[in-house]
């Protein structure tokens, strides 16, 4: 299998790795009726290339609106998020068109939610190749399950798989694509700690062997230990930015 990414930078050099995704000064304000909800409150982020990003935080502290508008989901209020693409050319998301959006979501960034969102209909090489057959220069079908482990269940539908198996047939389809970045909304979210643990070692292998830069979000503290990065929101801010001197295993999670 040939990957497009290079071999992911060490834990002493991430920090000093080009920037591919950042944010300042995001803000995210809903309007209902007279009330306004300021769901993100002057946020500035850096995203590395091969990093392993933890944004951890309670429902409501504003880290799913964060990942939504760093993948193109969603637009800020006010403040300003730049992509830096393969070829070093810096790309304004701020003030980029749906059309621009789309392209962006399409070519550069896939997306693990806590619901696989697999269609029951087809096998799980059919579901991947869903994404493979748009994309620009995508993986087979079959090597993007091998790298997730899934190589002997591939033509088994979504019902003849466990939840465990069925997220990383998600994982998957995401990095068929070969994304430059993955972001992931509480990836374990409706799964048991073994099975979550299982589903974390396939992204941080797919982190570590594909240079894939990566956003996890959680709710789940012990989680920031496998980051590079840890980031703690709360009311829609970030309060603490930690960065980790090495991943722990992710045996060691706790739930």
């Given at each position: 299998m040939v990957l497009s990414h290079p071999q992911p930078l060490t834990r002493d050099t991430v920090a000093e790795s080009p920037v591919v995704l950042r944010a300042r000064g995001l803000s995210k304000v809903y309007s209902m009726g007279e009330v306004s909800v300021h769901a993100l409150k002057d946020v500035d982020l850096a995203l590395h290339q091969g990093e392993l990003l933890v944004l951890l935080g309670a429902s409501g502290?504003?880290?799913?609106?964060?990942?939504?508008?760093?993948?193109?989901?969603?637009?800020?209020?006010?403040g300003g998020l730049w992509f830096t693409g393969p070829g070093g050319e810096e790309h304004d998301l701020s003030h980029a068109n749906q059309a621009e959006l789309t392209m962006y979501r399409r070519e550069h960034v896939g997306f693990v939610f806590q619901f696989y969102n697999l269609i029951p209909s087809l096998t799980a090489r059919e579901n991947v190749a869903l994404v493979t057959d748009i994309a620009r220069s995508p993986m087979r079908p079959e090597d993007a399950l091998e790298l997730v482990?899934?190589?002997?269940?591939?033509?088994?539908f979504p019902a003849?798989?466990?939840?465990?198996?069925?997220?990383?047939?998600?994982?998957?389809?995401?990095?068929?694509?070969?994304?430059?970045?993955?972001l992931c909304d509480e990836p374990t979210g409706a799964l048991d700690a073994a099975t979550g643990r299982l589903v974390l070692s396939v992204l941080e292998r797919v982190n570590r062997e594909t240079g894939t830069s990566m956003a996890i979000i959680t709710h789940n503290a012990a989680i920031g230990s496998?980051?590079?990065?840890?980031?703690?929101m709360s009311s829609g801010?970030?309060?603490?930015?930690?960065?980790?001197?090495q991943r722990a295993n992710v045996e060691a999670v706790q739930w």
């Open positions: 502290s504003g880290k799913s609106t964060l990942l939504n508008i760093l993948g193109g989901l969603d637009v800020a209020t006010s482990g899934l190589g002997p269940r591939m033509d088994h003849q798989l466990s939840g465990g198996e069925q997220q990383r047939v998600a994982i998957a389809r995401a990095i068929a694509k070969r994304p430059h970045i993955l496998m980051g590079d990065t840890v980031v703690h801010e970030i309060v603490t930015r930690e960065h980790n001197a």
